[in-house]
C-alpha cells in the first residue's frame, strides 16, 4: 500500500508537470528592463511624461499621421525598433532590423534616402522616453528665456556610433512648473555633419494615451535669434495605441519583390 501512495503520488506530479509545459503563453509579454539611474533634471521629465516604468511596460506602438495625404501608419516594436510605415496606397516602408527595405517598388517612395526615413517619426513622437537609451549624453544647461517665457534646458548628444547620426543634437525646453516638453531644437546631420548646431524647432501639444504623453501634434518653427521664428508646418497624430501585446515578427518580414536597400 505504501509503495502504491507513493507511485500515485509521483504520477501526479508528472501529469501536472507535463500540463504546465503545455500550457498556451500569452501574446503580451513582459519584459524585465534593469532600472537606469538618471540625473534628477531629466528624471522629473521623465515622471511628468508618465514614467519610465510605464514606457518599458509597453511592446507595440501604433499611431497615425495626418499631416499629408495620403494618411501615413506606424507601427513600431518598442523593445528592438523595428517599424513599419504605410503610406496608404503607395508604399510600405520596413526596417527588419538589419535591413530597410521599400513595397511594391523603390520608385513609390518618394524620398531621397529610405533609410533617413527610419525611426525619424518615432524619435520625435517618442520623446523624451528615446533619450534614455543606452549611448545617450545628458547635460543640464540651466534656465533661459525664449519668447519672453523662461524654461528649464536639457541638451542630448550621442556617444560615437550610435545610431545612424551620432552628431545630431537635441534641446529640450522644459515648463519648469510642469515638468513637460513645451518645445525641442533638433539637429540633422546624417546628410552633413556639419550641421550639427544648425538647428530647427518643433513645439509639443500633448495627449493622454495608456498613461504616456504623445503628441496630439507637433508644430514645426524656424529656429531664428535664439527664438521661435515662423512655422514651417504642423503634424496632427490620430488612432495612437501604446500595448504590452507583442506583435508577431512576420510583420517585419521583406515582402517578395520588394527594393531592398544595399
Request: hydrophobic fraction near 35%.
Amino acid at each position: 500500500m505504501k509503495f502504491n501512495y507513493i507511485y500515485l503520488i509521483v504520477l501526479a506530479a508528472t501529469f501536472l508537470s507535463i500540463n504546465a509545459c503545455n500550457e498556451p503563453t500569452s501574446k503580451t509579454e513582459t519584459t524585465t528592463v534593469e532600472q537606469k539611474e538618471f540625473p534628477a533634471f531629466f528624471q522629473k521629465v521623465l515622471d511628468a511624461h508618465g514614467g519610465l516604468e510605464t514606457w518599458n511596460k509597453m511592446n507595440t506602438l501604433k499611431f497615425s499621421s495626418t499631416r499629408r495625404a495620403p494618411i501615413t501608419n506606424y507601427t513600431i516594436d518598442l523593445k528592438n525598433r523595428k517599424e513599419i510605415i504605410e503610406a496608404e496606397g503607395k508604399y510600405t516602408l520596413g526596417n527588419d532590423g538589419k535591413t530597410v527595405w521599400v513595397s511594391p517598388a523603390r520608385d513609390s517612395f518618394p524620398g531621397k534616402n529610405p533609410r533617413f526615413m527610419k525611426n525619424l517619426t518615432f524619435y520625435f513622437v517618442a520623446i523624451p522616453f528615446v533619450l534614455a537609451d543606452d549611448g545617450v549624453n545628458l547635460t543640464d544647461l540651466g534656465s533661459k528665456e525664449v519668447n519672453d517665457r523662461k524654461y528649464n534646458v536639457i541638451k542630448a548628444t550621442f556617444g560615437e556610433g550610435v545610431g545612424d547620426a551620432s552628431e545630431d543634437q537635441y534641446l529640450l525646453y522644459i515648463n519648469p512648473n510642469t515638468d513637460k516638453i513645451d518645445f525641442i531644437n533638433y539637429s540633422v546631420t546624417y546628410f552633413d555633419k556639419t550641421k550639427a548646431t544648425k538647428y530647427n524647432a518643433l513645439k509639443y501639444e500633448w495627449q493622454n494615451v495608456n498613461g504616456l504623453l504623445f503628441p496630439e501634434k507637433y508644430i514645426g518653427y524656424k529656429w531664428e535669434n535664439e527664438e521661435l521664428g515662423e512655422i514651417r508646418y504642423e503634424s496632427p497624430f490620430e488612432k495612437v495605441s501604446f500595448s504590452e501585446e507583442k506583435m508577431e515578427e512576420t510583420i517585419f518580414d521583406i515582402p517578395e519583390g520588394a527594393w531592398i536597400e544595399n
